[in-house]
Nanobody, 124 residues
Framework: QVQLVESGGGLVQAGGSLRLSCTASGRTFYSGAMGWFRQAPGKEREFVAAINWNGADTEYGDSVKGRFIISRDNAKNTAYLQMNSLKPEDTAVYYC?????????????????WGQGTQVTVSS
């Protein structure tokens, strides 16, 4: 089993930045893929970003390309999501996901492990 804990969410003004962290525990995590998804009230869960096991491959959702950066530190069992130039439409609960396979995935059903989520609110 893998447990994921997100942190770093909060309230920020439009144009500001936040960095989310996702720390894994429970077993050897460093060899697995990581992803970030978000869900706003009344909307489906949306792909935000994903990274493969060693950080060499990343993917981003169209709405965050050029503004968000996903990274990881396998020595700390932690993945990060740097969010810049935030917009009110980025407001959502952000979820971290993990899978023990090495390649990245953009579909939420491919991930076996999920965090509880962290709220990000961007005010206009």
């Amino acid at each position: 089993q893998v447990q994921l804990v997100e942190s770093g969410g909060g309230l920020v003004q439009a144009g500001g930045s936040l960095r989310l962290s996702c720390t894994a525990s429970g077993r050897t995590f460093y060899s697995g893929a990581m992803g970030w998804f978000r869900q706003a009230p009344g909307k489906e869960r949306e792909f935000v970003a994903a990274i493969n096991w060693n950080g060499a491959d990343t993917e981003y959702g169209d709405s965050v390309k050029g503004r968000f950066i996903i990274s990881r530190d396998n020595a700390k069992n932690t993945a990060y999501l740097q969010m810049n130039s935030l917009k009110p439409e980025d407001t959502a609960v952000y979820y971290c996901a993990a899978d023990l396979r090495r390649r990245l995935f953009v579909v939420p059903t491919e991930y076996d492990y999920w965090g509880q989520g962290t709220q990000v609110t961007v005010s206009s």
